[in-house]
């Protein structure tokens, strides 16, 4: 199948960026990231520079690629990762068109490549349980809610890939933030830091440059883990619940 | 880009920060937020005995203006939960224009609503009608005279006295089509706002989750619907005849 790409080109996070058109022969079986190491491998044959982008683990769970195709993080389909995006879903003739996460929080590196440790910053400001937990403990030895549990692992399906801030009209990050928030402070392993952490983490998220939540939902249609929404209303009542609540 | 260091900073620096933060600034558009709904529910219940004839008009409003300092008191609350909700959203939007300078080539919206989208704009256009319909109505410096009649100091005849005839400045106002359709605009711009505010609103607070969410997303529309269908009755009728014909 032929098909025509419109690519974001950027040489530096300095430099202007511009579209740019190229032309690659796909097969259907092709994942999108194997359609553009094609195009790579035409570009460097011609002596070019290829096409910079992030791709990690290209099995939907380490959140590195990173791209807006057609104007959707990740691609047409939901809940999908952009590596696990297979060029089936399009046809022959079709132009793509394909950009960067666009957030001031995010600076460009090169080409797609965005540079995404604010989510790094984020996390060390408190995603995380400093008690002493030991090894893993046997099975049922807390006892942990099934709703609680569930819950908690829908939130802990978080990769962290930024996609909830590209596709958000105000590059807000608050998805991410209340995913981890929510994660943790569900367990009762998390709940013990959970005031620091809500209000270290919404700090965090504020000092990085992110927009805030206006209840688009656009980062829930895009996150692709199908994280919902609810996590941000849950971050919210945490950060509530850490200004009001007495120790 | 500063990584935070919370823990290091000085308390006061902390208590500002704290008060500033994105989710404690958008409690603060919620709660100013919920302040103007209810005003607004109030203000459109009060102005629908307009229906019941200009006595009954007459009496409401001469007891509201009758009510001395808690009129004032009122009033004083309510512009100041107006003027905080404009400066929060500013500031609001300004941190979210930051966040993203440079436009994508096109981003597709998939679950977002006009309203929702339109938010500052539907703001600034409500901001401009409360002010013309202050000066209307409460100051009465534009649209009051009317046939060579100022309508703002008609008086009403009663049996021991005379009063303000609020009711027949209402009804000879909304019988100019500029003036109605001023207004049934501005109307359905509330509606709008008040559908994603109202709603948004229960999400801030971190109340419309999990078995509430459904409740929490009707009651944005609904009450959008009630207070524009309501307040956009009374144009109407007035328009049709049905009430102020005599």
Known sequence: MDIKLKIWRQSGPKQAGFFEDHRVEADPHMSFLEMLDVLNEQLLE????????????????????????????????????????????????DEIVIEPWRAAAFPIVKDLVVDRSAFDRIQHAGGYVSVGTGSAPDANTIPIGKRESDQAFDYAACIGCGACVAACPNASAMLFVSSKVAHLSLLPQGKVE?????????????????????????????????????AIALLNREYLYAGLARD | MSSATPTSARPFDRLVKALTSTISLKIVMALTGLVGVGFVLFHMAGNLQVFLGRDAYNDYAEFMQGLGPLKWIARGGLLTALALHVATAVVLIQRNQRARPERYAGLKQKQTSLAAMYMAELGMVLLAFIIYHIAHFTVGVVSTDFGGVNYYELQQATEEATRRDLYAHFIVSFQQPGIAITYILANLALAAHLAHGVTSTFKTAGIAVGRWKLPFEVAGPAIGVIVGLGNISMPLAIWAGFIGAT
């Open chain 1, 194 to 230: 959970r005031k620091a952490r809500v209000r270290n983490m919404v700090a965090a998220m504020d000092a990085e440059g992110f927009g805030g939540c206006t209840n688009h939902g656009e980062c829930e249609a895009a996150c692709p883990k199908s994280i919902s929404v609810d």
């Open chain 1, 46 to 93: 011609a002596g070019k520079d290829a096409v910079a982008f992030d791709h990690d683990c290209r099995e939907g769970i380490c959140g590195a690629c990173s791209m807006v195709i057609d104007g959707n993080p990740h691609g047409p389909r939901a809940g999908t990762t952009a590596c696990q995006l297979h060029m089936r879903e399009y046809h022959d003739g």
